[in-house]
C-alpha cells in the first residue's frame, strides 16, 4: 500500500498563502484519485479538493473554490495544494489520501496541521 507524507502546514495570518505537499512513497499506477480532506477541532472531516491522476480532473469544495488549487507532478509522484487567501475558518489538519477505486479512500497520510489567525 502506498504511504503519503504530508508537509508544508504552518501558521499563518488571513489573506495569506501556503502550499501543501503530498509525497507518495512510491509510483502510483494503481492511485485512481488523490485528494485532500481536512478536520477542524469539534468537527467531521470534510472534503477539500480532488484530482484525478490519470485524467488530471480537479474538483474543489464549494467553500474553497476560487482560493485553493490542487495540481500534482506525476514525475515526483506528488500532489500539491495551493491555498490563497487563507481564511480562519480553514483552519484544520489537512490530509492526503488516495483512492485506487473511485470514491473509496485507502490510503492516508499522518495530516499537516494549518492555522490561520485573524
Known amino acids: 500500500q502506498v504511504q503519503l507524507v504530508e508537509s508544508g502546514g504552518g501558521v499563518v495570518q488571513a489573506g495569506d498563502s501556503l502550499r501543501l505537499t503530498c509525497a507518495a512513497s512510491?509510483?502510483?499506477?494503481?492511485?485512481?484519485?488523490m485528494a485532500w480532506f481536512r478536520q477542524a477541532p469539534g468537527k467531521e472531516r470534510e472534503f477539500v479538493a480532488s484530482m484525478s491522476w490519470i485524467t488530471g480532473t480537479t474538483y474543489h469544495a464549494a467553500s474553497v473554490k476560487g482560493r485553493f488549487t490542487v495540481s500534482r507532478d506525476i514525475a515526483k509522484n506528488t500532489v500539491y495544494l495551493q491555498m490563497n487567501n487563507l481564511k480562519p475558518e480553514d483552519t484544520a489538519v489537512y490530509y492526503c489520501?488516495?483512492?485506487?477505486?473511485?470514491?473509496?479512500?485507502?490510503?492516508w497520510g499522518q495530516g499537516t496541521q494549518v492555522t490561520v489567525s485573524s
Open positions: 512510491r509510483r502510483t499506477n494503481s492511485i485512481y484519485t
Open positions: 489520501a488516495t483512492a485506487s477505486t473511485p470514491g473509496i479512500y485507502n490510503a
